[in-house]
């Protein structure tokens, strides 16, 4: 199913180092390969909201952050919403019972909850007022 499965991972964002960069293309060679991977860069907020908007699911899997202030522009785009659980803003999901949260070191929890979701599982999302409540 995974193989087969059709979607397109944006990463957007720049690693402080070079060399992690092409560690992650060294990962997601196959990814690239079949045109499933797209490593786009930095992006101003103005380009991040188009990207929020386009997305079927915004994917954060922060070990450490808490205040994620991605997953809240995530939030106020009502874009279905794939996180670890760590922060504020998984506390937030988990409690209106929206988007996925998995914890941050269970990598089988990630792998079968995105083949959920890719084989079309409905996601909650958090309604834009809700967020806007808790982050304007």
């Known amino acids: ?38 490593f786009a860069g930095y992006k101003t907020n103005k380009e991040l909201l188009k990207y929020y908007n386009a997305a079927d699911l915004f994917l954060m899997t922060s070990k450490s952050e808490a205040g994620l202030v991605v997953s809240m522009e995530a939030m106020a785009c009502e874009t279905p919403i794939f996180s670890t659980n760590v922060g504020n803003t998984a506390e937030i999901l988990s409690k209106y019972n929206a988007g996925y949260i998995v914890d941050k070191t269970n990598y089988r929890e990630w792998e079968s909850n995105l083949t959920e979701i890719l084989s079309g599982k409905k996601i909650y999302i958090l309604t834009r007022n809700i967020a806007i409540d808790y982050y304007s």
């Open 1 to 38: 199913m995974k193989d087969q499965a059709d979607f397109l991972l944006i990463v957007v964002g720049n690693p402080d180092k070079q060399d992690y960069l092409a560690y992650l293309k060294r990962k997601a060679k196959k990814l690239l390969q079949n045109n499933k991977i797209l």
